[in-house]
């Protein structure tokens, strides 16, 4: 979503490098283009003028001036301003002493809170609550049947005593969503639930009825939580859509959804900063496990093209098994072969972890890759994964046996041309190489890396440096005349050299006095 965003504010920094000093004009014009990227990206006015001055007001002052490097410094002031406007910190959900902890979720209609309720409840679940899905979307046709559909698969129980609307009768029956938001946490009560998430309905835009509602409700249940859920791609619609409900059900955090979008973003920097209260959860996609705590300093680094490298590292912790390292570590530890048996565990292991373009935007400098990573095609693990399984065990354990017949066999059986079987069997013969000098110490195109165990070509480190030998002529004569001038040339080399001993002497006897030697040493030098 921060695409553009990231694209014009990482251009503006370039600009900055290589200067030992920025004058007010530089500051002013750097200032500049982040005003107009951060109104292209539909950022609130005000929340842009504020944003825009502090960074100015820092830029100026005397933390640039007195560092070695003012570009950098200035990059570091606009994370730290970024980071302060998306909510300054990581808030969590304040958790209930007694009794079950009610959150409810408060939002126009469209902006992903039934989903977001399922994604919800599947995240807390993973974090070892017992939640309970209550559905008081009464208005909205079929919300109540999406919900259950929701809840069954997250595997999370949802309390529905009222059908709600339905695509052949778009009145309720006299459904009262109050009602059935106070039976929803007495039933949590009396089940033993720790968690109540309430989805309540949303309109097309804001009114009075809506409102109303959602207050009634907030007294009935009086909820430890009320999230706000924001379409991250309504642009600047999004302030006023968040003060209406800030004054209406006085929410204590926001969720942005679809934030997997290809829009501007600049709800995301607006919302926290116009109504005060923090961004806590962000939803990423349409699956249910796409959903994650927000951090203010990871999404400003995600913007400023720094990376994420925290997130990622905490999915490879919840998707990584443990003993399936522990079993890779001692391969390599007994420096067994990489086997293609190995291989197919290891993208097992990164299909666990998600999306790999997600995963690979979390990188540093991936807005430099970001055309090619949008080219790649997540069907290309599936055309691998189906060309291993057709192999026979012992062929995965040594593909050496693997020859054409076997190719051509192989091929069949997952559907891909020989071609692609080729050319995997070559990428897996160079990555089991590679491997190789890793368990020996060694490191790919580094060979005899000084202060490493087993690494050897050290007598050929410098063998394509060295000179190369004058190859001798196939004429007899031309032959003969190199002879001679080779021997001329030593010849007069050995004359040039001097006579005498190894100190340099040239001729007469040697003196040991001549040299300040401490008194007895004279014995040693064979006089």
């Known amino acids: ?34 005003r107009r990227a951060l109104l292209d990206a539909d950022v609130a006015v005000p929340v842009v003028r504020e944003f825009t001055g502090r960074v100015r007001e820092r830029a100026l002052g005397a933390e640039v001036s007195a560092a070695l490097n003012p570009s950098q410094q200035i990059v570091k002031i606009v994370n730290e301003e970024l980071v302060e406007i998306l909510g300054g910190e990581t808030r ?59 809840g069954q698969r997250a595997n999370v129980p949802v309390f529905a005593p009222h059908p709600g ?17 106070r039976a929803g946490v007495e039933e949590a009560r009396q089940k033993l639930h720790d968690v109540v998430i309430v989805d309540t309905a949303g309109r097309l835009g804001v009114d009075a009825d809506m409102m109303e509602q959602a207050r009634q409700i907030r007294r009935a249940i009086v909820p430890n939580e009320v999230l706000f859920v924001i379409d991250s791609m309504i642009g600047q619609d999004a302030v006023n859509t968040a003060l209406a409900f800030d004054e209406g059900v006085n929410f204590t955090g926001i969720v942005l959804s679809k934030l997997d979008g290809d829009a501007r973003g600049g709800a995301a920097l607006s919302v926290s900063s116009v109504t005060g209260k923090p961004v806590m959860f962000a939803s990423t996609g349409e699956g249910l496990d796409d959903f994650e705590l927000f951090h203010p300093d990871r999404m400003a680094s995600r913007i400023l093209d720094m990376g994420d490298i925290l997130t990622l590292i905490e999915q490879a912790e919840k998707a990584w098994d443990k003993d399936e390292a522990a079993r890779m570590a001692k391969k390599f530890a007994d420096q067994e072969d990489f086997t293609l048996e190995d291989f197919l565990a290891q993208m097992q292991q990164i299909r666990n972890m998600g999306s790999m373009k997600k995963m ?43 020859n054409g017949s ?69 004429n007899p004569a031309k032959a003969a005349q190199e002879r001679k001038d080779a021997e001329a040339r030593r010849a007069n080399a050995a004359k040039a050299l001097p006579t005498g001993a190894a100190f340099g002497q040239q001729g007469g006897e040697f003196d040991p006095s001549q040299l300040n030697l401490p008194k007895g040493f004279d014995k040693f030098l064979g006089k």
């Open 165 to 181: 609307a339905t695509s052949q009768e778009l009145e309720h029956p006299a459904g009262d969503p109050i009602a059935v938001a």
């Open 360 to 402: 690979l935007m979390m990188m540093p400098g991936a807005q430099n890759i970001r055309q090619q990573l949008e080219q790649f095609d997540e069907r290309e693990i599936d055309r691998v994964e189906a060309i291993v399984r057709s192999m026979t065990p012992h062929e995965r354990l040594a593909p050496k046996i693997i």
């Open 92 to 150: 969590r959900i304040r958790l209930a002493k007694n009794g079950p902890t009610i959150i409810m979720l408060a939002g126009l209609q469209g902006a992903g809170k039934t989903t977001l309720a399922g994604k919800l409840s599947k995240w807390l679940k993973a974090q070892g609550h017992s939640p309970l899905l209550v559905a008081c979307d009464l208005q909205r046709p079929n919300a109540v049947t999406q919900l259950q559909v929701v």
């Open 406 to 474: 076997r190719r051509a066999r192989i091929a069949r059986g997952s559907g891909v041309h020989v071609s692609e079987v080729n050319g995997l069997l070559e990428r897996f013969a160079q990555a089991q190489k590679m491997m190789k000098k890793m368990a020996q110490g060694g490191m790919p195109g580094m060979p005899g890396m000084p202060g490493l165990p087993g690494a050897g070509g050290g007598g050929r480190k410098n063998a394509k440096n060295a000179p190369k030998k004058k190859a001798k002529s196939g």
């Open 1 to 34: 979503m921060f695409n553009s965003l990231s694209d014009r504010l990482t251009a503006t920094f370039k600009n900055l490098r290589g200067k030992g000093r920025l004058t007010e004009a530089d500051v002013d014009a750097t200032v500049r283009e982040i």
